[in-house]
């Protein structure tokens, strides 16, 4: 426990504090003068473009989230309970999956929903539709779905593994004491990987809240998430970074404050 | 007696493999069954199948006369106790026992008042709010049997829930699980692969081999009348003299390398030649006795407290088994040439399967 606790120490706490002393100062052109001021929050809470951003970002990652881990969930199940041993299969074509890297796949989806991706010639091609789908690319629609498609992967990773801790034997008795499936799957199956679900979650709504390559790449001039912005803080002209700083610390209570929410409502959902 | 249970025609097929040849079998209501076998005999796979939890690839399973096989086994009126409990670990004993009933739609205070019925019937007063985790392993498979038991299934199905515990609680629960059955005058089809538990707790007893049900009889029927060679090995210990047999002199007898052997009493028609197998139990086998007679050199000599088992050499591929009470065998040494006996009808004449 103690080296772990001396990594987090030095390359989280640190920097997070340094971060949070950084929120209190003040920029003046490119120089940072120490200070305590409050002006940076005042600056977030008052701005409606933050305001914007914020909600905007929420949407995202909890549209994101909503995909991704029902998704998630069923892939973990197949490979677990279906597949069985040959789940560790699937398991390494996931990761090998993830050896592709970030941009590449964000470039793929690109390919994918572009005016003349795939989706839209194979759409096209199959009469479903005549013109293509302009929402398809540079929009909320898009980052949405290339973000779930980046998370996917990360998501099915806690999943399966708590599943592999839950023994056949427990739905077999759930169903044997009169369960069906799905009651079996809310009241047994759940609840046993609540941990899993939780880091899913985590991974899904996090990482997608603070994603701002995905949107530039494929979204579109309303497609900004408050990453974007916050990253703006921090480079080339213009940067501010007391005023990023603060906004990151606002971020981090914010989806902290969603993710506690969504963990109460899971738990109400399953409560027996 | 009524039919609780029916297979009729059963097989399963795993791929290629067959788990299970064409079984038939009853179990009356109300009785104790349990089916004995080795692991991979197909006992549990038949119990599976009664439960719901496979599909037989032939044959049909009836409960009470309603025909099931087709029915999930949240529909069918069987609870099954799991080998290793299954206890939900994220409820309580008292929300794992009440599961079923909650399940079931029944009201609340009906399901508590069932749920102390229950543990009171374990002997688990006051151990309503416990974890599952806080529970020893004989605890926790009498919450399982509990939680099995609370919605009053026709048949219960236990798969092994013994086997996990050690030997002084095993016996103690074997007493305890019987017990529970007689008082409720529930039917129970136990699996598993100790022969004493089959021994000690059942009414019936099932005993399977690759796929089949070679015997089936009350625990007497199956020690004393083995139908197989295989059957009279795996109850209990038993000694065997192959040989052919001799039918002149009106008196049928086998004759092995070690001499020649009365044959009891059979339905069996004999002829001479044909090779058969004599299977004599170690405990009717006397010191000096009466009836047959061998002579065997004592190669062994095995103290087990109650009892002692001497093995004795008839000929240089024969050990022949005796047991009896200590005293029986005082003053007996490795070494020393023994003359053996046994009631004639305490044999069994057996076909030679080969085993």
């Known amino acids: 426990m103690l080296p772990a606790g001396i990594f987090y120490v030095v390359f989280f706490a640190i920097p997070m504090l340094c971060l949070l002393g950084l929120s209190f100062w003040r920029a003046k052109g490119f120089e940072l003068i120490p200070d305590f001021t409050l002006e940076n929050y005042h600056k977030i809470f008052t701005s409606p473009l933050y305001r914007a951003l914020m909600l905007r970002t929420i949407g995202v990652a909890f549209a994101t989230a909503l995909i991704v881990v029902p998704i998630a969930f069923a892939i973990a199940y197949i490979m677990r309970f279906v597949f069985e041993r040959r789940g560790q299969l699937i398991l390494q074509i996931i990761l090998l999956s993830l050896f592709s890297g970030y941009l590449v796949r964000i470039y793929a989806w690109r390919t994918i929903l572009g005016k003349q991706g795939l989706l839209n010639s194979t759409l096209q091609w199959l009469g479903i539709i005549e013109e293509p789908l302009e929402f398809l690319i540079y929009s909320n629609i898009a980052v949405v779905i290339t973000l779930s498609g980046l998370l996917l992967p990360l998501a099915v990773l806690p999943l399966y593994s708590a599943m592999l801790n839950v023994s056949r034997d427990y739905i077999e008795a759930a169903r044997d004491l009169g369960a069906g499936k799905l009651h079996t799957l809310r009241t047994v199956l759940v609840p046993m990987v609540i941990p899993g679900l939780r880091t899913a979650f985590a991974f899904a709504f996090l990482l997608s809240a603070g994603d701002f390559v995905t949107p530039a790449l494929v979204g579109g001039s309303q497609s900004m998430l408050i990453g974007n912005i916050i990253a703006d803080q921090f480079r080339g002209i213009g940067s501010n970074w007391p005023l990023g700083a603060g906004m990151a610390f606002v971020v981090v209570a914010v989806m902290l404050l969603a993710y506690l929410s969504v963990m109460r409502l899971i738990r109400w959902a399953t409560r027996w | ?355």
């Open chain 2, 1 to 355: 007696m009524t039919t609780a249970v029916e297979i009729i025609g059963v097989r399963k097929l795993f791929g290629a493999t067959t788990a299970l040849e064409r079984v038939d079998f009853e179990v009356g209501a109300g009785e104790f069954v349990s089916l004995l076998g080795a692991s991979g005999c197909g006992k549990s796979t038949l119990l599976r199948i009664i439960a719901g939890f496979e599909s037989p690839s032939e044959g049909r399973v009836r409960i009470h006369g309603e025909d099931v096989t087709r029915l999930p086994p949240e529909r069918r009126p069987t609870n099954l106790v799991f080998q290793r409990g299954a206890l939900f670990p994220h409820m309580t004993v008292r929300e794992n026992v009440g599961y079923g009933l909650k399940v079931k739609g029944w009201a609340r205070t009906r399901i508590d008042a069932r749920v102390e019925e229950m543990l009171a019937l374990v002997r688990l007063e006051g151990f309503g709010d416990r974890e599952p985790g806080q529970l020893s392993g004989g605890q926790a498979q009498r919450v399982a049997l509990a939680r099995a038991l609370a919605s009053e299934p026709q048949v219960l199905l236990l798969d092994e829930p013994l086997s996990a515990l050690d030997l002084k609680l095993r016996q103690q629960m074997q007493l305890e699980l019987r017990a529970i059955q007689k008082r409720l005058g529930a039917t129970f089809v136990f699996v598993t692969h100790d022969q004493t538990e089959a021994l000690v707790m059942s009414d019936r007893i099932a005993i399977m081999n690759n796929g089949r049900i070679v015997q089936h009889g009350t625990p007497r029927e199956i020690y004393r009348r083995p139908n197989s060679v295989f059957v009279s090995n795996f109850i209990g210990a038993t000694n065997l003299l192959r040989g052919t047999v001799d039918t002149r002199n009106g008196q049928a007898s086998l004759q092995t390398g070690s001499g020649s052997y009365v044959i009891p009493a059979t339905e069996m028609h004999l002829e001479s030649g044909q090779r058969m197998v004599l299977s004599i139990r170690p405990e009717a086998v006397r010191l000096q006795g009466e009836g047959a007679r061998v002579n065997g050199l004592v190669t062994e000599i095995i103290y087990q407290g109650n009892n002692v088992r001497v093995g004795t050499r008839l000929d240089p591929d024969t050990i022949f088994w005796a047991e009896g009470r200590d005293d029986e065998f005082d003053g007996i040494a490795v070494g020393d040439t023994v003359a053996l006996g046994w009631a004639e009808d305490a044999a069994t004449i057996l076909e030679d399967d080969g085993t």
